[in-house]
């Protein structure tokens, strides 16, 4: 199958070519159009979903052509065929496997998988594992912190991590899944056996396990850990709050952020050279307003055009990926944008920062195209006008005298008070064995105030003073009602009256 398809994607690029090209389409391009012509001759869906948007594939030759087909997204095209017609030939028994999306907005997805999918994933793994954790030459005990089961960060995790094993590098795979005791019993028991230990998982989580093993006397620091993390955004502040914590002595190169999805596997993966770049944007509000035009700070990860063609719609994300279902032009639904890597250079030049210089000029910096993602639009709060990001509050509990009794965790949302005002409102999550305080809820208030006027221009100006202060719930840790164990964690909730 594996030959197939490469022969299928020359094949169609032999044709792109002899049609001409335009002047700016290169090989990711062709890429991506001789994906189509397969796609539209091999998969029932997409052959039927062409049919029914007027559109002839023997049309569509260029790369103008290829910008003009209709957008795919879950509800017009996956969850309106059978699964078995989004595969090639109509075969859902020549896929290996399945995933399923978070459910995050809306319910789970089921995704078929084959170990092909797994192959082009463990590719980026390998890009961290070897550019950033240098496995190739440290015995390496990977320990998966996501939830295993049918979600796929776990077992795609996994997966890779065993590719990695399989072509030599000295990585061992521990599997607790998102259970703490378990985890910790893992570390405890191998960890020393290995000369570092990776911890794969959501930000917030990882942090518990690793305040979990604090409490319980686990020197993290003798273990080099290093971290995997996905699904989340998170802030230049949290990343160093976890360096203390866990050890970590290159910020730029201990923690790496997948840029993930149920959809198609991994699609960037920060570099050492991306996290240069992110971390001087979090220092630098003008350059990061000037670079994504928003307040607040993206994800930033570097990909291979190649296997994942991004283009944008908007202000949202697209992308074309192979797969045991082929993607082209797929919506995903993410908010973010697209910056090549001679453009990030020059903008991080006229702002004053050389990346390559803190880098260095080897694999930590690969010369490939940038993708930064705010995740999905829905994931905002209105107020006053003013978009309240989750990314703005989070830096406030990541502050120093804050972070020792909190998780990380907080949900944000408005409400309309008994005069008919509107008021912001933060539940925060305590960790295990802090009590809530009138002084600790004020403490955090005046805190996310005073880092929504710094980092949130909207909130600056559109938001009355008198409205600015928000009002703190201090919960237990693990609290049903906003934080209950297991589920994934949401951090807005709609509008209340």
Wanted: glycine share 8%.
């Amino acid at each position: 199958m594996d030959q197939a398809r490469a022969e299928r994607t020359l094949q169609g690029m032999r044709e792109f070519y002899a049609h001409g090209p335009t002047q700016s389409a290169g090989p990711a391009a062709a890429a991506a159009l001789a994906l189509f012509h397969d796609a539209a001759r091999s998969v029932p869906a997409y052959a039927a979903f062409l049919k029914s948007a007027g559109v002839d594939p023997g049309a569509v030759r260029s790369a103008d052509d290829f910008d003009r087909l209709p957008l795919l997204t879950k509800d017009s095209y996956h969850r309106r065929y059978p699964l078995p017609e989004l595969c090639r030939d109509g075969r859902l028994d020549g896929c290996d496997t399945v995933a399923v999306s978070s459910g995050s907005s809306g319910r789970p997805t089921v995704w078929p998988r084959s170990v092909l999918d797994e192959r082009a994933v463990a590719a980026r793994f390998e890009q961290v594992f070897r550019d950033g954790f240098r496995a190739g030459e440290r015995r390496t005990l990977a320990v998966i912190c996501f939830a295993l089961g049918s979600w796929v960060g776990g077992m795609y995790t996994a997966a890779a991590c065993r590719h990695l094993a399989a072509k030599g590098y000295p990585i061992t795979v521990a599997t607790p899944g998102n259970d703490v005791a378990e985890i910790l019993r893992v570390v405890g028991e191998l960890a020393p056996l290995f000369d570092q230990v990776v911890l794969a998982g959501y930000p917030p989580f990882v942090k518990n396990v690793v305040d979990a093993g604090r409490d319980q006397g686990i020197d993290w620091p003798a273990f080099r850990v290093k971290l995997v993390l996905a699904g989340e955004v998170f802030s230049e502040e949290w990343r160093d709050l976890m360096g203390r914590r866990a050890g970590l002595t290159a910020p730029l190169a201990d923690s790496a952020s997948l840029y993930g999805t149920a959809d198609a596997g991994v699609l960037g993966t920060e570099t050492p050279l991306s996290v240069s770049v992110r971390r001087f944007l979090a220092n630098r509000p003008d350059a990061l307003q000037e670079l994504v035009g928003q307040a607040r700070l993206p994800t930033l990860v570097q990909y291979d055009p190649m296997a994942r063609y991004f283009q944008t719609s908007g202000p949202t994300l697209l992308f074309s990926a192979d797969g045991a279902t082929p993607l082209v032009r797929y919506h995903i639904a993410d908010e973010g944008g697209l910056v090549g890597y001679d453009e990030m250079l020059a903008f991080c030049a006229r702002h004053g920062h050389d990346p390559r210089a803190e880098v260095g000029t080897g694999t930590g910096a690969p010369r490939l195209p940038f993708v930064y993602v705010f995740g999905r639009s829905l994931f905002t709060v209105s107020y006053f006008g003013a978009n309240i990001y989750p990314e703005n509050v989070t830096v406030a509990l990541e502050r120093p005298g804050v972070s020792d009794w909190v998780t990380g965790k907080f949900v944000l949302s408005t409400a309309e008070t008994a005069d008919r005002d509107r008021e912001l409102r933060v539940a925060v999550e305590l960790a295990a064995g802090q009590a809530a305080s009138a002084e600790r809820a004020a403490e955090l208030a005046d805190a996310i105030r005073a880092e929504l006027r710094r980092l949130n221009s909207e909130f600056a100006h559109y938001v009355p003073d008198a409205a600015q202060l928000p009002v703190v719930d201090l919960r237990p840790a693990g609290d049903p009602e906003y934080f209950p164990p297991g589920v994934k964690h949401r951090y807005t909730r709609p509008a209340t009256s």
